[in-house]
C-alpha cells in the first residue's frame, strides 16, 4: 500500500511570489491534514479536509489557503511568500469512519524555503 | 495555557531502563490520544493511540490516560539507543469548533545512551 505522497521535496522560492504544494493521501483515506512545521513553533495545524471539505482551520493569515479534490488529492496554496514562511510542510491522511479515528500517517513533507 | 504540553526535555536514559514521557491537555472534551516517534530529519510516525482510561500495551510501549487528571503518558521499557527521537504528543476532539483537529505538544527529545 503506497504510503502519503508529497509533491516537491523540496523547494526554494522568493519572497512575493506563490507556492503550491501537492498531496496524495493513502487510497480510502478522506481525511487529510496539513501543518507547519517550524523548530521554533513545533507542528502547527494549517487546515484539514474532509471529503472536500474543509472541516477545521489553524491560525493562519488568509495568504494560506487548501482545497480538496473528488478524488482526496489535496493541495495547499502560500500566496505572497514571507520569509517566515520557511518550513518543512507535512501532509497527513486518516481513514475515518462513524466515531472511529485512528490517527494520521504524515508524507515525508515539502520543505520550503523562502529567500 | 497551551492545549498541550509535554514535559521538557531533553531526556536521556540509560540503554535498558523505562523511558517516561508525560503530557497534559487542556481541553476536557478529548477523546482520542497519539503517540508519534519523530526522527531526526524525519516526517512523525504513529507509535500508539489510546481512547479508554487506564493503561494500552503494545510491545515495549505503554500508552496510560486519565482523563480525569488531563493527563497521557508513554512508557518505552528496555529502552534502546534506536528509541533516541522526538516523541510527540497528539489530542483530538471529535466536536465542536475543534472538530477534524489534531494539536501536538511541542515534543520531547529523548536520548537513549549505551
Known amino acids: 500500500k503506497a504510503g502519503v505522497t508529497q509533491t516537491p521535496r523540496y523547494l526554494i522560492k522568493t519572497r512575493g511570489q506563490q507556492v503550491t504544494l501537492s498531496c496524495s493521501p493513502i487510497s480510502g483515506h478522506r481525511s487529510v491534514s496539513w501543518y507547519q512545521q517550524t523548530p521554533g513553533q513545533g507542528l502547527q495545524f494549517l487546515f484539514e479536509y474532509f471529503s472536500e471539505t474543509q472541516r477545521n482551520k489553524g491560525n493562519f493569515p488568509g495568504r494560506f489557503s487548501g482545497r480538496q479534490f473528488s478524488n482526496s488529492r489535496s493541495e495547499m496554496n502560500v500566496s505572497t511568500l514571507e520569509l517566515g514562511d520557511s518550513a518543512l510542510y507535512l501532509c497527513?491522511?486518516?481513514?475515518?469512519?462513524?466515531?472511529?479515528?485512528?490517527?494520521?500517517?504524515f508524507g515525508s513533507g515539502t520543505r520550503l524555503t523562502v529567500v | 495555557q497551551k492545549e498541550v504540553e509535554q514535559n521538557s526535555g531533553p531526556l536521556s536514559v540509560p540503554e535498558g531502563a523505562i523511558a517516561s514521557l508525560n503530557c497534559t491537555y487542556s481541553d476536557r472534551g478529548s477523546q482520542s490520544f497519539f503517540w508519534y516517534r519523530q526522527y531526526s530529519g524525519k516526517s512523525p510516525e504513529l507509535i500508539m493511540f489510546?481512547?479508554?482510561?487506564g493503561d494500552k500495551e503494545d510491545g515495549r510501549f505503554t500508552a496510560q490516560l486519565n482523563k480525569a487528571s488531563q493527563y497521557v503518558s508513554l512508557l518505552i521499557r528496555d529502552s534502546q539507543p534506536s528509541d533516541s527521537a522526538t516523541y510527540l504528543c497528539a489530542v483530538r476532539n471529535a466536536g465542536g469548533t475543534s472538530y477534524g483537529k489534531l494539536t501536538f505538544g511541542q515534543g520531547t527529545i529523548l536520548t537513549v545512551h549505551p
Open positions: 497527513a491522511s486518516s481513514w475515518e469512519g462513524t466515531g472511529e479515528f485512528y490517527g494520521y500517517t
Open positions: 489510546i481512547y479508554s482510561n
